[in-house]
Structures are given as C-alpha cells and as structure tokens.
C-alpha cells in the first residue's frame, strides 16, 4: 500500500507543473492564434524542427548501428583506444565547440542550413548512441549469426534482416534519445540557424514571449511549452515499452 501512495505521490509532483503549464496557457486562447501568426508562422518552425529531428535519429541510428557492430564483433589495432576517445567527448561541454563546428559548418557550405544543424546533433549523440549499440550486439550470442550465415544469409543480411530486429529496443531507445535532444535543443539552432524561416521551435519559441524593454508574455512561453512537449509526450508513451526493455536487455551492459 505504501509503494502505492509514493508512486502516487510522484506520479503528483511530475505532473504538475505540466498540468499547471497547461492551465496557464489556456487562460488567454488568444495565445495560440497569436503564436500561430508569428514570424513565418507556427508551421514553418515546427516543420524545421521535425525535419532536423528526423534527419538526426536517421543519421544517428545508422551511424551507431554500423560502428557499434563493428566495435562489438570486429577486432583491430587501437579498438579500445578509439572507443576510449569517442566516449571522451562526453566530458567535453558542448557550448565550448559551437563556434568551431559553426565555422567548419562555413567550409562545407553548410552553415545556416537543417543538414549542418542535424550532422552537428548527430555528433553530439554519437558518444551515448555508440555506447548503447556496442553493448547491445556483444549482449547477443555469435550462435545467432553464425546460424543466420550456416541458413544461406551473407554478412550484411544477417546484420540487416537478423541482428538489427534483436536489438530493436536498444535502437528505439537510441532514437528516443535523439529526437529528444534535437528537438528541444535551443543553443545550438540558435548559434548555427541566422535566418529566421530557419529556426527551429525552442528558437521561435523564445523569440514570441519577448516583448519590450526584455519583459517575458509567460502565457505566450507556457503555449510555446505546451506545443513543444505534446510530441514528445506522444512519441515517450507510444514507444515506453520498447524504451524500458532496451535498457533492461543488456542496452546498459559494460
């Protein structure tokens, strides 16, 4: 009974402030149709940021796929040591190497653009990603390939078709993670993006609430709030199951 009532008791202070966030917003409606008609209009900033956030978990999952199989069944000189340093760049504060990234971004042809913004994100989820599908293909047995190769499928079959359906968790898990990140970042959009039918949601967000003299339209901030964690309330329930096993199947293992 009393693992009930603490449960309940969290399940409370979770929620309230996203109720209270709702609550707030929805006190003027007039809040919606005012951040709907702002800028280049709410549509154009959140086809941005799905399209940043897509690109981000597609480069992310096949990048972490590909190198986590190869850092889990391949062995070659300085394996630990390149896995060693990929892991290092976690310690690294990712605001200290904007202004590098924004200028190689220049050398590519890529700055103010989705792709540069999405490959610097992809980057910044490489160390975690890697880690995750590193740790999930040595959780599988090598008696699963070898039968998948015995059975007549070649090397990249037997990953696509077999290994790739057995870590699906780890993959969703790695996935939720990137969307996660990508769609509520709002220092980097707004270091990399200098057009505004550029900018991403946070971005757009926090340029609605500011008015005059710096002051802040809280109620347009908690509309902003609530249209940017819908999605990811949406995408966090529908794929729970999927998250809480990629952890729980050796995703954390090592």
């Known amino acids: 009974m009393s693992r009930y009532l603490t449960l309940s008791a969290l ?32 549509g154009t900033y959140a086809t941005n940021s799905v399209l940043v956030s897509v690109m981000t978990v597609a480069g992310t999952l096949v990048v972490s796929a590909l190198g986590g199989y190869g850092f889990a069944r391949f062995d070659f000189p300085g394996k630990n040591l390149l896995f060693l340093a990929t892991l290092a760049i976690l310690m690294v504060p990712y605001a200290t190497i904007l202004i590098p990234l924004y200028v190689l971004l220049g050398y590519l042809g890529l700055q103010n653009s989705l792709v540069g913004l999405s490959l610097v994100f992809v980057m910044f ?3 975690f990603a890697l880690f995750m599908m590193r740790n ?23 990953f696509a ?22 769609w509520n970042d709002f220092f980097a959009p707004l270091i990399l993006l200098n057009d505004g039918a550029s900018f991403t949601l946070p971005v757009a967000v926090v340029s609605m609430t500011q008015q005059t003299f710096g002051a802040i339209d809280y109620g347009m901030l908690q509309a902003g709030v609530m249209v940017m964690a819908f999605p990811c309330l949406i995408l966090f329930i529908v794929l729970q199951r999927h998250y809480v096993r990629g952890f729980m199947s050796g995703a954390l293992r090592g």
Do not use: K
Not at 141 to 153: H, I, Q, S, T
């Open 11 to 42: 399940a409370v202070l979770f929620l309230f402030p996203l109720v209270w966030s709702g609550y707030a917003s929805f006190e003027e409606p007039s809040n919606y149709l005012e951040m709907a008609r702002f800028g280049e209009g709410l």
């Open 125 to 127: 989820q490489l160390p």
């Open 136 to 158: 999930a293909f040595e959780a599988l047995p090598r008696e699963l390939e070898e039968a998948a190769l015995v059975d007549g499928c070649g090397t990249f079959r037997a």
């Open 161 to 182: 078709r077999i290994l790739l359906h057995a870590v699906r968790p780890a993959l969703i898990t790695v996935g939720l993670f990137a969307f996660l990140a990508s």
